[in-house]
């Protein structure tokens, strides 16, 4: 099993933050919600390893 990273990993963190800032422009609070939920599980799928999600889900409750 690979551990999660939960230090800085992005060579440019302000580009990706952009990019979700930019994607929620013009949604309800509805379709934000829904194009949250659809990013997540399209990333848990590219994770593949429930172990890692379930790693990162504890992390993110803390």
């Known amino acids: 099993m690979t551990a999660l990273v939960t ?3 992005l060579d440019r963190p302000d580009d990706v933050y952009d990019l ?3 994607a929620h422009e013009g949604l309800s609070p ?3 919600s ?3 939920a ?3 599980l399209t990333l848990c799928n590219h994770v593949g390893d429930v172990r890692i999600i379930r790693a990162a889900l ?3 409750r803390e």
């Open 7 to 9: 230090h800085r990993n």
């Open 20 to 22: 979700l800032l930019t």
């Open 30 to 32: 509805e379709e934000s």
């Open 34 to 36: 829904a194009l949250n």
């Open 38 to 40: 659809r990013l997540i």
């Open 58 to 60: 504890e992390v993110a």
